[in-house]
């Protein structure tokens, strides 16, 4: 499904009317639809509808959002991301100012995972995750330079640098339970059942908000959890207190037999380079059987255990160069030709931190998994 905006950024946008305090960011352009839906069309195909909601209740702000209902359902054919975009505006003409954040408001029907996609004006897509529960308004604050280039889509030589504000085509958004409806059946992943939804859009500003000085694979100090849980969470994901001024975000899930789940990051190169590992502060609630998996920009797949003590906080490092080669979540044999491989910074596209225990026993399993920040690690950093 895929909802098109048909004319450009220079003549949809509408900037900022009133004046603002020299501190506070520019909004540069954005959309409020109170004057109506402008040109923002539905391309589906298979019975997507989209309509302009006004009322008191209909919008974040104001009393105008826009509204997709669509079907759940695999990808098919070109999409960014593994999944099919839900919302699109193409660019079309410059922005008065390089903005350096994209701010905004959504609403999903259904809790799940939801990737914010921007493309270059050469095609290249930048990413981010963010998980939605169902029923709220969430506000999402992602800043351009954070958003990480999905290079398999990108044809050599990948670019490495992040994206340029005054470059972009446009940008969408990703159902990311339409891209899981798609995984190989060699990938035993707890797959949600798809379903109806309807997603609502309001407020969306591209602004000159001061991106922070590190950037964090997970900061549960961001508005909105920024990764996939792809694991049948059987709670509300929520911000805890871990102790000693360190905050996390909770996943309590539930695996069926045979099954695998987890929370997956979307990184890329531009983000990866110079890099030598990373950095997660976690606690498990069960010894279970946790291992990080990475994907390379190549389609490689690498793995590395991650042991955590049940119950108390732990800091755990992994470096890229000691994770081992693999495939479909088992270590490469040793007289594989691939099992010599090595994985550097500047080829990681994603990453996951998975749970097998499900997959290992044959048994359903359950855990509560507390997430604090996880940063990557630089050499003598």
């Known amino acids: 499904m895929i909802l098109v905006c048909v004319m450009g950024l220079a003549l949809l946008l509408t900037t900022a009317a009133v004046a603002q305090d020299a501190g506070e960011p520019r909004v540069v352009v954005g959309w409020d639809f109170e004057e109506g839906m402008g040109p923002w069309v539905a391309s589906d195909g298979l019975g997507a509808t989209l309509e302009l909601v006004v009322g ?145 859009l309001d407020a969306v500003r591209f602004t000159t908000r001061t991106p922070p000085g590190e950037f964090l694979v997970c900061d549960p100090g961001d508005a909105v959890p920024s990764f996939a849980a792809l694991c049948n969470p059987t709670a509300p994901i929520e911000r805890v207190e871990m102790g000693e001024g360190q905050a996390a975000w909770r996943v309590a899930y539930e695996l069926p037999a045979g099954k695998i789940g987890g929370i997956h990051w979307f990184l890329g190169p531009n983000l990866t380079e110079g890099t030598v590992g990373i950095e997660m502060v976690l606690r498990s609630s069960v010894q279970g059987e946790l291992v990080l998996f990475v994907n390379s920009v190549d389609q490689r797949e690498f793995l590395a255990p991650v042991t955590v003590t049940p119950g108390e906080v732990s800091t755990v490092q992994v470096l890229w160069e000691e994770m081992r080669p693999s495939k479909d979540g088992e270590v490469l044999a040793a007289d594989d030709p691939r099992a010599g491989d090595h994985l550097g910074g500047q080829e990681v596209q994603d990453l996951s931190l998975g749970d097998g225990a499900s997959l290992l026993s044959g048994e ?13 690690l630089r050499a003598g950093g």
Not at 73 to 81: I, K, M
Not at 132 to 146: C, D, I
Not at 167 to 183: H, P
Not at 364 to 376: D, F, H, K, Q, Y
């Open 56 to 200: 008191d209740e209909a919008a974040a702000e104001g009393v105008a959002a826009v509204s997709v209902h669509y079907n759940q359902r695999p990808p098919q054919g070109r999409n960014v991301g593994g999944g099919s975009a839900l919302l699109w505006c193409p660019g079309g003409g410059p922005m008065p100012e390089a903005p350096t954040c994209l701010e905004f408001a959504i609403r999903s029907a259904v809790t799940g995972p939801f990737g914010i996609v921007l493309v270059s004006g050469q095609g290249a897509p930048y990413v981010r995750w963010l998980w939605l529960e169902a029923g709220q308004w969430h506000r999402p604050v992602l800043y351009l330079s954070q958003l990480g280039l999905f290079a398999r889509e990108v044809q050599e030589p990948r670019p490495t640098k992040p994206l340029d504000p005054l470059d972009m085509f446009g940008g969408g958004i990703i159902d990311g339970v339409q891209a899981l409806l798609g995984s190989p059946p060699s990938v035993p992943i707890a797959v949600p059942e798809p379903r109806e939804n309807e997603l609502r």
């Open 364 to 376: 359903a399993s359950a855990n509560v998994l507390e997430i604090g920040t996880i940063r990557l």
